[in-house]
């Protein structure tokens, strides 16, 4: 897949704090990319660098063969985190602005606004003006602002919060419409399942560094190991010297066993004592939001494994 963006030993401090410390990554046409980590981690910082609101103190960010201020930002797409738009205007009236601030023919942006309102349940919002929209529907509006003039590469900071479920599913729609269209998308989102559903590949950064960088299913193999989940009343002593288990969580009935990075899980389960107290088992393998909390809380994964290199 073409590269779109690379971004390369980025790092950026504030007086006397690192935030970024050497940041390197690519987006691809066609793909969704997630940026991902905890609060704090670096990932708004990392985005307010390619989009020129701010500049690093080491680092290239190259999109289209160009660096820095030569990059053509008309071509890139920009939901940011702080939502808003000027209050006191019409929908189809800030739309247009923000597509003439792109460059993009008007005639052309006035026909993709009406479509786009349809296809966001906003038909004939046209001329209301901006303070009467609810929050989720100015966030509708100002996801269209982001993709109106056709960017070739869309930048999404937390595009699903603060969003009823009917209108996360029809940004996910639109936002995997427009990477199978071949526009590259780089997703910060804090809601691992969508990410786990959506994303092709993830880069998730820690206290300004990268803690894992590969497509889901590289991720998924190299640090979604299988647990076992039992219900029923068990004495957490005598699962103690069960082989290959990581760790063990008892809430209630239920005994979560954490097993070992490559066991298999039909000869694990031969030992399990004759005993064992079982309404209920339940393998697999951990999900995306589990290896999210392990890392950020610092539990085991990453001081074990290393890291995922794409
Ligand atoms: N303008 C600024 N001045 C000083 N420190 C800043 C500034 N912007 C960010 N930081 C610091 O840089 C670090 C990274 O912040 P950043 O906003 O990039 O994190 P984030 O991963 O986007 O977090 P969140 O998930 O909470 O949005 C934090 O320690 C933050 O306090």
């Given at each position: 897949m073409e590269v779109m963006l690379t971004v390369e030993g980025l790092e950026k401090s504030f007086k006397d704090k690192k935030a970024l410390k050497g940041i390197s990554f690519d987006v691809r046409k066609g793909e969704i990319m997630a940026i991902l980590g905890p609060n704090g981690a670096g990932k708004s910082t990392t985005i307010r660098n390619i989009m020129g609101i701010m500049y690093p103190d080491n680092g290239t960010i190259n999109f289209h063969h160009h660096n820095g201020k030569e990059i053509?930002?008309?071509?890139i797409g920009y939901l940011p985190e702080e939502r808003g738009l000027y209050?006191?205007?019409k929908v189809m009236d800030i739309l247009l602005y923000l597509a003439d601030l792109k460059n993009y023919p008007l005639d052309k942006a006035k026909a993709r606004v009406l479509e786009y309102l349809k296809k966001f349940d906003?038909?004939?919002?046209?001329?209301?003006?901006?303070?009467?929209?609810s929050k989720g529907m100015g966030q509708k509006v100002q996801f269209i602002g982001a993709v109106l003039h056709e960017p070739e590469l869309l930048i999404l900071d937390e595009?699903?919060?603060?969003?009823?479920p009917v209108s996360q599913e029809i940004f996910k729609d639109e936002i995997r419409n427009l990477a199978n269209k071949g526009t590259a998308i780089l997703l910060s989102s804090h809601q691992m399942n969508l990410v786990e559903e959506m994303c092709d590949r993830l880069f998730m950064i820690q206290n300004g560094q990268k803690v894992i960088y590969g497509t889901l299913d590289e991720v998924k193999t190299k640090y979604a190991n299988f647990k076992c989940t039992v219900h029923g009343k068990n004495d957490i002593r005598d699962l103690?010297?069960?082989?290959?288990?990581q760790r063990i969580e008892q809430d209630g009935s239920a005994t979560v066993l954490h097993l070992d990075k490559d066991v298999e899980p039909v000869s694990w389960?031969?030992?399990?004592?004759?005993h064992l107290n079982v309404q209920e088992l339940k393998i697999n393998r951990i999900s995306l939001h589990e290896i999210f909390v392990d890392i950020a809380t610092d539990k085991n994964l990453i001081q074990e494994e290393g890291e995922v290199n794409a």
């Open positions: 053509p930002r008309n071509k209050k006191n205007v906003l038909e004939g919002k046209e001329n209301v003006s901006v303070e009467e929209l595009p699903f919060s603060g969003l009823d103690e010297n069960i082989p290959n288990v389960l031969k030992n399990l004592p004759d």
